[in-house]
């Protein structure tokens, strides 16, 4: 008889609607259920996009904090480039100009564009918080002088879309690893300085 195979092609089909409709770990944006393919196909449509727009985006923020703290900046502070020096050695040091206090519209403590760093509080090169933020900031402007800027302003924003969160972002993760190293210098390892 065929009965028996034909019923058990329907339990096999019966299966997998129910595997597909129901997923026992489903991951944020690719399970199957209508808002998260929705939220599937929005990440994927912003990671293409900021293959595009990265570079446009960031320069246009580096515009828009030019013309809010239409200042040269100051030479990094030499308490502070003394003492970061041994893991800042392959930097070019002189263009480097550290921007303080500045206007920053989207809350971040401190912005990296370029040799231009940004910082929201005003210089205090003795308190260890700031000796970090700033060591998180030269970590970027590494980066920038490793991957070019048009180079940095692109992966910067591809890695931000896939990503979507400082804690992940692999730029971001450097930055913070080598913003640690201030902790050999200082009695006490002071909270990471992220949001930059
Ligand atoms: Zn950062």
């Keep these: 008889m065929h009965l028996g195979p034909g019923f058990r092609g329907v339990q096999v089909v019966g299966s997998l609607t129910v595997v597909s409709a129901e997923p026992f770990h489903p991951e944020p944006g690719t399970a199957g259920s209508g808002p998260s393919r929705l939220i599937a196909g929005a990440r994927f449509l912003l990671r293409s996009v900021s293959h595009v727009a990265a570079v446009p985006v960031f320069f246009s923020y580096g515009a828009v904090l030019a013309l809010l703290n239409p200042r040269r900046g100051t030479p990094v502070p030499a308490e502070i480039s003394e003492v970061l020096r041994p893991w800042t050695a392959d930097l070019e040091w002189p263009r480097v100009r550290i921007v303080a206090p500045a206007l920053i519209p989207t809350g971040h403590l401190g912005v990296t564009i370029g040799h ?59 930055a913070r690893n080598s913003a640690g190293h201030s902790a050999r210098f200082t009695d006490a390892a002071p909270p990471t300085t992220d949001r930059g």
């Design 116 to 174: 231009r760093i940004y910082l929201r509080s005003r210089p205090e090169p003795l308190d260890v918080r700031w000796r970090d933020l700033v060591l998180h900031e030269l970590a970027h402007v590494r980066q920038v002088e490793r991957m070019g800027l048009l180079g940095f302003a692109h992966g910067y924003g591809v890695e931000w879309a896939r990503t979507l969160s400082y804690r992940d972002h692999p730029m971001e993760i450097e």
